[in-house]
């Protein structure tokens, strides 16, 4: 097998032994890349390689960053602002939220429908964050977890039916602990533009 990112293949192997199904780490999200395979027939004979002539190209696109809860975007220093849209990651999770800590407004509106973007934060110190999601759509969530997989009971939530922005003010949070930040959107409304804010809160309310 020959993975390569354009161009024209060089011939050179970049993964021996593969079987039909294989897995390839160390590529790059968000990447077009093609790959060429042969045939491995067996030991060479009289000093000929015995592997058959390579085919392809076959195209395949890596996912982007934070499109899966296993491979989320890193939220390493707050304050952090970021702005994106769901409809550039993917819609792998449809599980329903489910307690009143996740403020689904109705209750029974299943918040994790949509395309879903995740973003993972561990704490450099025991206190208190809030969490801001300023969605371009309706029907739009932002909800905490302390783990993947998503969906079941929340730390912390908000979502509802109009785009008002989301706030989760004064969440504490744990030195060293991580949770799991997933923006997504309930069915009627696939992908939704977004811009988040994580920032820490050093005052204590009363």
Do not use: H
Request: aromatic share 10%.
């Amino acid at each position: 097998l020959e993975i390569i990112t354009n161009g024209l293949p060089t011939g050179v192997v970049t993964n021996n032994d593969v079987l039909n199904n294989v897995t390839i780490t160390g590529l790059t999200p968000s990447t077009s890349y093609q790959y060429y395979v042969r045939t491995d027939c067996g030991a060479p004979t009289e000093g000929n390689v015995n592997t058959s002539d390579w085919i392809g190209p076959f195209n395949f696109q890596t996912l982007a960053l934070g499109a899966v809860c296993a491979s989320p975007i890193q939220v390493s220093v707050l304050p952090y602002q970021t702005s994106n849209n769901t409809g550039n990651f993917n819609d792998f999770v449809d599980a329903t939220q489910t307690g009143t800590l996740c403020g689904a407004s109705p209750a029974g509106t299943n918040y994790l429908q949509g395309n879903e973007v995740f973003y993972r934060y561990t704490a450099d110190a025991t206190g208190l964050i809030s969490i801001k999601m300023t969605p371009t759509s309706p029907n739009t969530s932002v909800f905490v977890y302390s783990s993947c997989p998503v969906g079941g009971t929340c730390l912390a939530g908000v979502a509802n039916i109009n785009s008002n922005f989301r706030f989760i003010n004064n969440f504490p949070v744990t030195q060293n602990s991580t949770y799991i930040i997933v923006i997504s959107s309930g069915g009627t409304t696939q992908t939704t533009g977004y811009t988040l804010l994580i920032q820490k809160e050093n005052c204590t309310p009363p």
